[in-house]
């Protein structure tokens, strides 16, 4: 077995590992021991840190992935690659770190209520930036170097078992909250002084400048590159943490703590697709590289119908379970119950419409996917003002769903357009008319007496019937494929 291979393998568990992991700690274990103001100051800290560094890094960490192999000479130190991968970004962190100081007064502003807490810990949201910088970085030195089992075990994993560890830490006292906080900022450091001891150990630490780094490709078509990874990964950055940002603006640190919590309540619906995606973003350009349009027109619709498939079941499953997942934390996090059904909602609509992003972006049209996730962030942002300081959070989940309905439209509409290929079939409507009835008929049963109890009736009814009825109107071939293997390896 190949490094490549091996490091793929390596990396299918520590991401599904830690998908679980993560679910486990920043839904059912943190909401325990911290109230919401304190899960939505580290929240709005994470998330700063986040824009802030990928602002810094002028897409240079797509960038090392992207050309790493036209430098690659390990004799030669593969020709000054690291430092001026590392170094670039740096400049640019030193003048965003300008910037952040000059606007400390202006973005403290928008935090009214809470500007004294967020005052307390502002320099240590740079500090916070910058092992984000590093890490990213560092860790797109390794995958160029085809490295990347550890780097996805410290991110996946150990970052989660940390940060897990410092919760429980506070919930015991033996930290203060302050405490807790420098203690959410500096695994992060931790994490870019064992992932820098690797490249140490692998021996591929050429920390030596060489002028030959500025000869082997042009500069300038490197800068450029980045500055177009910059614009895109600003937009789904911007889609990914400006609700939290803006939630905690515009109504107060908790209300941002009880979004946060329902966002990763959410978040359980998009590890299908997630998975899903990894398979189909190779297969879809090897498609494209063979021009074979028919079997990715097929591919497009059996992924679309599978997406639905799961994605309505777990959509059920954890709607109607949400007494019971919010049973399990302080009671304030209930508050985000009609914030899930919202964001719930966006997300089985992302998966309905299949991998029109991945197709997009695989295609030889492949810029205009840079111009859906910069309309969908600004679309984001202008329905973020308009609606949280009218309905609270809630307004920020119904951005998030009219932001998300329309951008999808209008993608799956030029991906018709420009290719004649959308993905759905009879079968779509048939499965949503199956989670219809299954999600009824789990509906209808009454509330026992604990969460843990009608919790159980409640998936027990809904996997019967959803099940069921998937398996008797042969909606899912692969489902009834499988069932008929199974049936005759117990008749062996």
């Known amino acids: 077995m190949g490094i490549v291979q091996r490091q793929g393998l390596r990396n299918t568990v520590i991401s599904y590992f830690g998908l679980i992991l993560g679910f486990v700690s920043t839904t059912l274990v943190l909401p325990r021991f911290l109230v919401p103001q ?6 709005t800290l994470s998330s700063l840190a986040t824009l802030f560094a990928q602002v810094a890094a002028l897409g240079f960490a797509s960038v090392g992935i992207r050309f790493f192999p036209y430098f690659r000479n390990r004799e030669n130190g593969h020709h000054g690659f690291l430092p001026f991968l590392v170094g670039v970004p740096l400049l640019g962190f030193a003048v965003v770190l300008g910037l952040y100081l000059l606007g400390r007064p202006t973005i403290l502003g928008f935090y009214e209520q809470d500007a004294a807490l967020l005052d307390t810990y502002y320099l240590w949201g740079a500090v916070f930036a910058l092992f984000t910088l590093l890490y990213s970085l560092l860790d797109a030195y390794l995958k160029g170097l085809y490295h990347t089992a550890f780097s996805s075990f410290l991110q996946d994993v150990l970052l989660r078992v940390l940060i897990l560890a410092g919760a429980l830490l506070f919930a015991g006292q033996w930290l203060t909250f302050h405490g807790y906080v420098l203690w959410y900022v500096g695994v992060n450091g931790v994490l870019v002084l064992l992932l820098t001891g690797y490249i140490v150990r692998i021996g591929e630490l050429h920390w030596r400048p060489r002028r030959a780094v500025l000869t082997v490709r042009p500069v300038r078509e490197l800068l450029g590159v980045g ?90 499953g954890i709607g109607l379970n949400l007494d019971f997942i919010y049973s399990l934390m302080r009671a304030d996090f209930a508050q985000g119950t009609l914030v899930v059904l919202l964001l719930l909602g966006s997300r089985l609509f992302d998966g309905v419409t299949g991998v029109n992003g991945l197709l997009l972006v695989t295609s030889p049209r492949y810029r205009f996917d840079l111009i859906f996730n910069v309309s969908l962030s600004l679309l984001t942002i202008g329905l973020n003002l308009v609606l949280i300081p009218r309905l609270g959070m809630v307004g920020a989940a119904v951005a998030a769903v009219a932001a998300q309905v329309s951008i999808n439209l209008a993608r799956t509409w030029f991906v018709w357009h420009s290719f004649r290929m959308q993905p759905f079939t009879w079968r779509i409507p048939l499965i949503l008319g199956i989670a219809a009835v299954a999600g009824g008929a789990a509906w209808v049963v009454p509330a026992v007496g604990s969460p843990f109890l009608t919790m159980l009736l409640r998936s027990t009814v809904l996997t019967a019937v959803y099940g069921g009825l998937v398996l008797v109107t042969g909606t899912a071939p692969e489902a009834t494929a499988l069932l008929q293997n199974v049936r005759k390896r117990l008749n062996m």
């Open 38 to 43: 304190q899960l939505g100051l580290t929240g």
């Open 227 to 316: 500055a177009f990874t910059l614009l895109s990964s600003l937009a789904g950055s911007i889609i990914m943490y400006l609700d939290t940002l803006m939630v905690g603006a515009q109504v107060n640190l908790a209300a941002a703590g009880i979004y946060q919590i329902a966002f990763n309540i959410s978040t359980a619906l998009a590890i299908p697709a997630r998975s899903l995606n990894k398979i189909a973003f190779p297969l879809l350009a090897d498609y494209w590289k063979q021009q074979n349009m028919t079997g990715m027109a097929e591919f497009y619709r059996r992924t679309t119908r599978l997406n639905t498939l799961i994605g309505c079941f777990l959509a059920l």
